[in-house]
């Protein structure tokens, strides 16, 4: 009976998170006429859900939810980088306040819940990180030690992609500072303290790491990134979730955002 309840889970998660990455790839490719409508679906079959399952339609609510939000995101983003498009590095920096309208529909949703999102908080640096999987693992380091570490290795892995010697370097720290200082806050108030504390809540903390993890994975197709690169940031977004659900809370995750932002910027992936 256990082995068939924990296989029930897991399909209803493997069936949950499909369905969530399809939503978020639809509301970045699809027409945004074909976007708002699947979102005014899933309201719809969240509804009629509740009467079978809260969870499940709560989970149907919140990928209306992310649909809504890319829409509004999207389009004020754009406006954003068209009103300073002389400044190509401000634009895109600057862009990234647009989150904040992705961040509204989820944030609305969740004054109606009865419970204030579980990762909404400061968070703890001296709570244990395992190895090799986060959540558990061999042994354990400090989750202040494994940002240090963290940090320590990304950084010498990018010091060989990043031109030390170009002629715009300073410039160019000065719009990854301004980038990742915007990005990193407000995509995780969105994916880790408002989405992931969700499904967690209503599935679990592995259930919910897996689907929060492979949907900002695939979020980054907007962005350019080609889609085997996606899912390589679907694994650390899963990695990231690991970081908020053991630190019970959100300023180590997005120390962590930041520093790969920096990199990311000053390496050309962005800009």
Same mark, same amino acid.
């Given at each position: 009976?256990?082995?068939?309840?924990?296989?029930?889970?897991?399909?209803?998660?493997?069936?949950?998170?499909?369905?969530?990455?399809?939503?978020?790839?639809?509301?970045?490719?699809? #027409?945004?006429?074909?976007? /708002?409508?699947?979102?005014?679906?899933?309201? %719809?079959? !969240?509804? &009629? @859900?509740?009467? +079978? $399952?809260?969870?499940?339609?709560?989970?149907?609510?919140?990928?209306?939810?992310?649909?809504?939000?890319?829409?509004?995101?999207?389009?004020?983003?754009?406006?954003?980088?068209?009103?300073?498009?002389?400044?190509?590095?401000?634009?895109?920096?600057?862009?990234?306040?647009?989150?904040?309208?992705?961040?509204?529909?989820?944030?609305?949703?969740?004054?109606?819940?009865?419970?204030?999102?579980?990762?909404?908080?400061?968070?703890?640096?001296?709570?244990?990180?395992?190895?090799?999987?986060?959540?558990?693992?061999?042994?354990?380091?400090?989750?202040?030690?494994?940002?240090?570490?963290?940090?320590?290795?990304?950084?010498?892995?990018? #010091?060989?992609?990043?031109? /030390?010697?170009?002629?715009?370097?300073?410039? %160019?720290? !000065?719009? &990854? @500072?301004?980038? +990742? $200082?915007?990005?990193?806050?407000?995509?995780?108030?969105?994916?880790?303290?408002?989405?992931?504390?969700?499904?967690?809540?209503?599935?679990?903390?592995?259930?919910?790491?897996?689907?929060?993890?492979?949907?900002?994975?695939?979020?980054?197709?907007?962005?350019?990134?080609?889609?085997?690169?996606?899912?390589?940031?679907?694994?650390?977004?899963?990695?990231?979730?690991?970081?908020?659900?053991?630190?019970?809370?959100?300023?180590?995750?997005?120390?962590?955002?930041?520093?790969?932002?920096?990199?990311?910027?000053?390496?050309?992936?962005?800009?």
């Amino acid at each position: 009976m256990l082995h068939k309840k924990i296989s029930g889970e897991w399909t209803a998660c493997l069936l949950l998170m499909v369905i969530t990455v399809i939503t978020i790839i639809g509301a970045q490719m699809a #027409a945004p006429g074909m976007a /708002w409508l699947w979102g005014l679906g899933l309201i %719809l079959a !969240g509804n &009629a @859900l509740r009467n +079978a $399952s809260e969870e499940l339609g709560r989970a149907a609510i919140t990928a209306a939810c992310i649909t809504f939000g890319y829409r509004m995101y999207s389009a004020l983003g754009d406006y954003i980088k068209e009103w300073l498009a002389d400044d190509m590095g401000l634009a895109v920096g600057l862009s990234r306040l647009s989150l904040i309208a992705f961040i509204l529909p989820v944030a609305i949703f969740s004054c109606f819940q009865k419970s204030k999102p579980r990762y909404m908080a400061v968070g703890k640096w001296s709570n244990p990180i395992y190895f090799p999987w986060i959540m558990r693992g061999l042994y354990k380091e400090p989750i202040w030690r494994f940002i240090l570490i963290f940090t320590a290795v990304t950084g010498a892995v990018f #010091a060989f992609l990043i031109d /030390w010697g170009q002629p715009g370097l300073i410039a %160019l720290i !000065g719009y &990854a @500072l301004l980038f +990742a $200082s915007i990005n990193a806050v407000l995509e995780e108030l969105l994916w880790r303290g408002y989405i992931l504390s969700r499904l967690t809540e209503d599935f679990g903390e592995i259930q919910g790491l897996v689907i929060a993890g492979a949907a900002f994975g695939f979020y980054h197709l907007h962005l350019g990134f080609p889609w085997i690169v996606c899912l390589l940031f679907s694994f650390f977004g899963m990695m990231m979730s690991g970081v908020a659900i053991r630190s019970q809370g959100l300023a180590p995750v997005i120390t962590m955002h930041f520093v790969m932002n920096m990199w990311f910027v000053l390496s050309g992936m962005i800009l």
